[in-house]
């Protein structure tokens, strides 16, 4: 694989963005990025029509969402969680499932302490479409390229067992892709064809990511032109409570 | 990008395998798809290490997972629903959320009626691990390949709109890999991190897929050797009613 590769033929390339530095409060965070996949030669720098998807953690960490903790109490975080949530749904142990203000449903309201300092918990983005807004805008100006940008951040799920990275923001690129009304193979209607296209391709990041190499970012390749429009995940992805049966 | 690409440098491929025939009970899957990817010149046969990803729809025909509905009745099939499910969740107008006798909670059992021809529906197949551990076989017995098969079928969420595609069985692969215990970049214990690889990699399978363009099975190389070893969905995904806060 080369950084001449584009995804022709149909396919994607999902390539992780190596060499972000460790990530501190007011840093030009959409530079480093530029700078990292400039330097990857497996990237050879982001490009046009490039998905980058990027991780809360250090998205957070630029934006200063940084907090102080008890170090030496594992449940220091605890009240922050409640602080973060604006309903909370289930309880078990340690555990709380909760809706956070920005109407994501998850664990201890998406704050967690791993690749952290040890003493500080980081909080989710305060609107993380802007923040994908942001960085896809601070790419453009710096690079002059014309991207997508999606936050990731890592959810379990009700019914199933494991974690996937799901997208919180997103920029440039369509959240849902709606096929209703188009036709399948048949010639008959499609049902129901809302595809989550930026949870998919998070997870396709997620994949090259890795959970302790320190790759913060992932770069995907290929991606149907048709999708590159400005989407939100807050509009398209946020289920609200009146239309959602498990709340 | 080209055949000879094999996602070295910590990066994935994922190829579309285009050319499967409509698919008719009984025909020989594993030798459609090793026929086909070998036709495919984006794809250019099936390797070693290779993660194949096949849609249910395609799976469930040749096993002869169809029975037939009234043509003219638009819930001729929610019959069959109530059947293949062993506890109804949610009702909403026509919509019914249940858990499937495999202990999937999706909606409608995973029955639909799209890119199956008028009259007929399509059930999930009856253990969707022994699917792949099938197909799996019939490709290492016919190509002579070493690879991992994922069946993948497309779900909503209980939090978050649209669909995405998830894995239903899968073999030669992990399901979950659990980095628990790990460290992270900054050498403290990660918590919760049992990632669902397979439904990543199902995931960013769909991503070249679509749904009326008849791919029905998609390739991904540069997959991690570590998580190749015997997975299943069934034993590492699917949550029991006993641990799950939302049933």
Redo the contacts between chains.
Sequence with gaps: ?TAA????????????V?GVPEVRAADDLAALLVTAAAAD??VGGLRDGDVLVVTQKVVSKAEDRLVAVDPDDPLSHKPLVEHESVRI??R?GDLI?SETKHG??C?NAGI???????GWAALLPVDPDRSARRLRDGIRGKAGVTLAVIVSD?F???????????AIGCAGIA??VD?RG?????G?E????????V???T??A???MG?????AAAVIR??DPSWFREGSVRD????SPAE????
Aim: aromatic share 4%; net charge negative.
């Design positions: 694989m590769d584009s995804g022709p033929d149909g396919g994607l390339v999902v390539l992780p190596r030669p497996g749904l289930r078990r499932i994501f449903v664990a967690d302490l791993s690749n952290i300092e040890r890592t379990g799920r009700a019914w199933r067992r494991g974690v996937t990275d799901v959240a849902v096929l188009t036709t399948d193979a048949m008959r499609l049902q129901v064809t809302e595809i989550a296209v949870d998919e391709l997870a396709a997620d994949l090259v959970k302790a190499t320190n790759v290929g991606v398209e992805i946020v289920r959602d049966l498990f709340r």
